[in-house]
């Protein structure tokens, strides 16, 4: 995707990273976090944007997380009624910024907006930031659990971004829930990812994605293998964040994303 600017990528990883700062669901940095995504898509031109509020229990609590989501509406005459869905997640573990996990998902997720909200397509996008992944998957998991038969049935594909910027992490692997290919990982080669190594994984590896395969919807997690050696700690920060990395997933997602929006794309009929 041409029109993908790094410059705004690498920027939004440093508001949510340090100008934020650690997105520990639950906390005051979320709240700030939710709102930013708002304004950022807002901005864009997005009017429909929605955020979900949900519970999750945490050390005896009932903890408050939100998922902020914004559509890009398909062009009337040609709509497929079709859906599709891009994720990442915005929280971070609580202890850290997260620049990587998932400040950087989260920021390709909105230059993907800014993109989409002037490009043409067939097929609803929608653009979800998920809260409390890190908590158990919360975020995906309360998002699918409220998405009616239809909307399950209607959505073609789901693109998970999770830990996609740093520059000490290897290549880019399309991760499945069960280990194996579908719809997204086959757009995700075709769009120039250049691993396509699916490896079924445990709990641990888990990510948003996994909420939506098990509604039936083709979905995968993008993102670098091996971890760098920051992952979870107080070192994943801006430091560590690649542009290259960033410009890389993004124009590779952007790519995917648009076959799967378009009409007359052979790999979804
Ligand atoms: N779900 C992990 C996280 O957010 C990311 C991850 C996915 C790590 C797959 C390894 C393998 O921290
Ligand atoms: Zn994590
Ligand atoms: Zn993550
Ligand atoms: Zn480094």
């Known amino acids: 995707v041409k029109r993908v ?13 340090e100008e934020i700062g650690s997105r520990g669901a639950g906390t005051e940095g979320e709240l700030e976090t939710v709102e930013y995504l708002v304004n950022q ?24 997380s939100y ?26 573990v609580p202890w850290g910024q997260g620049a990587n996990d998932d400040a950087s998902g989260t920021a390709a997720l909105l230059e993907l907006a800014r993109v989409y909200a002037s490009t043409t397509t067939d097929t609803s996008i929608k653009f979800v930031a998920f809260g409390a992944e890190e908590y158990g998957l919360w975020g995906s998991r309360k998002y699918a659990e409220a998405m009616s038969a239809e909307d399950a049935e209607n959505t073609v594909a789901m693109f998970q971004m ?37 490896v079924p994984y445990s709990e641990l590896g888990r ?28 070192d994943d920060v801006m430091e560590h964040i690649s542009k290259e990395k960033l410009k890389n997933v ?15 794309t052979p790999a979804l009929e």
């Open 250 to 264: 993004a124009d590779i997602v952007g790519s995917a994303i648009y076959q799967a929006a378009r009409k007359d």
């Open 67 to 92: 998922n902020v989501e914004a559509t890009k509406e398909p062009l009337k005459k040609h709509d497929t009624g079709q859906e599709i869905i891009v994720g990442s997640h915005h929280d971070s």
């Open 5 to 17: 600017n790094v410059d705004n990528i690498y920027n939004h990883v440093a508001y949510l990273s």
């Open 162 to 198: 999770d830990m996609v910027g740093s520059e000490d992490a290897g290549d880019l692997v399309m991760f499945t829930a069960n280990g194996e290919k579908n719809t997204v990982t086959d757009l995700g080669s075709a769009a120039g990812s250049r691993v396509s190594e699916l």
């Open 207 to 234: 990510s948003d994605h996994v909420a939506f395969h098990n509604l039936g919807i083709p979905a995968a997690l993008f993102i670098h293998t091996p971890l760098e050696p920051w992952y979870h700690t107080e």
């Open 41 to 64: 898509f807002e901005s864009y031109g997005y009017e429909n944007v929605s955020v979900q509020e949900f519970t999750f229990p945490s050390g005896g609590d009932e903890v408050t």
